[in-house]
């Protein structure tokens, strides 16, 4: 595998439901990155881990919770969500901090039914 | 703060013709500038960057010069292919990273 990856990549779920993103960064870089992106709206940046330590929330829902057990994997832990929580969430990862360039993966698009 | 403007899409164009996407930025400091380009159901993908003035950057025949008289990065191509068809994102990264709304393009045989 190369680059940044992501599972899965399609997902529905209930608003009840608990389920997990998965992303893994075969790049060699420290930090890693959330983003949601819905039709018509900005790429919204979500959390940021450097060196595996979060650094960056934007006041994202409790409803969402990441977690970066090392510097190569990062997860999002989705529960009780909303349908305008429909959307494709994209992982990324830099070598440095939020102003390095950033790669992407291809993304997981979640439907909240 | 910093920011960056991209032209409203969506932009419709025959094979071969010429491109031009808008993309100016505010920026404190001395930002890198960055396209990134996102085919139908895929993620982002660094197109070209430019990390100081006058910078060129260039990749799959897609060019930007990074002009700080006009704080502006556009993006351009000489002769487009349907392959090119992708919605286009200009960002900007400072102390943090900025993004554009993106704007689609379409490439028609």
């Known amino acids: 595998e190369t680059g940044v990856t992501q599972t899965p990549r399609h997902l529905v779920m209930g608003m009840t439901n608990k389920k997990s993103l998965k992303c893994e960064q075969h790049l060699g870089h420290n930090a890693m990155y959330w983003y949601k992106q819905s039709a018509k709206k900005p790429l919204e940046l979500m959390f940021v881990?450097?060196?595996?330590?979060?650094?960056e929330n934007n006041s994202v829902p409790s409803r969402f919770s990441p977690e970066c057990p090392n510097s190569s994997h990062l997860f999002l832990h989705l529960h009780t969500l909303q349908p305008e929580d429909s959307a494709l969430y994209l992982c990324?990862?830099?070598?440095?901090?939020?102003?390095?360039?950033?790669?992407f993966g291809p993304g997981t698009r979640l439907l909240v039914l | 703060g910093d920011s960056v403007t991209q032209m409203e899409g969506p932009v419709t164009l025959s094979e071969e013709a010429f491109l031009t996407i808008n993309c100016t930025y505010t920026?404190?400091?001395?930002?890198?500038l960055f396209w990134y380009v996102q085919y139908p159901g895929e993620g982002l993908q660094l197109l070209l960057k430019a990390t100081k003035a006058d910078d060129k950057g260039s990749n799959k025949g897609f060019e930007a010069t990074y002009r700080k008289e006009t704080t502006s990065f556009h993006l351009e191509k000489g002769s487009v292919q349907v392959s090119d068809s992708a919605v286009y994102f200009c960002?900007?990264?400072?102390?943090?990273?900025?993004f554009g709304t993106g704007t689609s393009l379409t490439v028609i045989p």
């Open positions: 920026a404190t400091g001395y930002p890198s």
């Open positions: 881990y450097s060196l595996e330590e979060r650094v």
């Open positions: 990324a990862s830099s070598q440095g901090g939020l102003g390095e360039t950033q790669y």
């Open positions: 960002a900007l990264s400072g102390n943090q990273f900025y």
